[in-house]
């Protein structure tokens, strides 16, 4: 199989996801602005979860833009991490119809933590199918500490349990590791030609 499959069947996957999220936003009734008011905690939650979309397929197609090769271990850590993607609506509409409430947010925690793991699988598959620990991959990505997906890691398992402490704080914690990957993977960014 060639990368391109694997990166256009990940794109719709992740498009898909997208849509789902913004179909789960219901036309409000009436004509006046206040009646966006009820709206607010699913826009909000949708945005977030938009943000967090973006994010992974930015960085998805930054590491396949820097592989040349994919095999079956690929395929299968690709799927178990578009598995986790694919709860992000459901977690998403949970938290916005509930108004951030504790339980929703600790699961919204949950979801983005196994995001975050099952990144790494992903990661590591990479690197194995395109020369191993002497190839490219492995020279920019294992080379380097990466502080920023230690950290998010840090920051989710500190999130779910204060979900319970106090659901402002903990979705604090997810606009901040949100913020922390707006820019993409550094190690691979800076080293690719993005036109493709």
């Avoid at 990166?7 to 498009?15: C, I, M, P, R, T």
């Avoid at 699961?107 to 199918?129: D, E, K």
Wanted: aromatic content about 12%.
């Amino acid at each position: 199989m060639k990368k391109g499959r694997l990166e256009a069947f990940s794109n719709g996957v992740l498009a898909i996801i997208i849509t789902i999220m913004v179909l789960e936003m219901k036309v409000p009734h009436g004509d006046h602005l206040s009646a966006l008011a009820p709206l607010f905690p699913v826009v909000l939650s949708y945005i977030l979860s938009f943000v967090y979309i973006g994010i992974y397929w930015n960085n998805h197609h930054h590491f396949m833009h820097a592989a040349t090769h994919v095999n079956g271990k690929l395929l299968w850590a690709n799927l178990h991490l578009l598995f986790w993607l694919s709860l992000i609506p459901l977690a998403t509409a949970w938290m916005g119809e509930n108004h951030f409430a504790a339980a929703t947010m600790a699961m919204y925690g949950f979801v983005l933590l196994m995001c975050s793991v099952a990144w790494q699988p992903f990661q590591y598959a990479l690197i194995s199918a395109n020369g191993g620990s002497q190839g490219e991959l492995a020279r920019m990505i294992i080379g380097s500490r990466d502080w920023k997906g230690l950290l998010a890691l840090l920051l989710y398992l500190i999130a779910i349990p204060m979900a319970f402490v106090s659901s402002w704080i903990s979705g604090l914690i997810y606009i901040t590791v949100a913020s922390m990957w707006l820019v993409p993977d550094r190690r691979i960014e800076g080293r690719n030609d993005t036109d493709s």
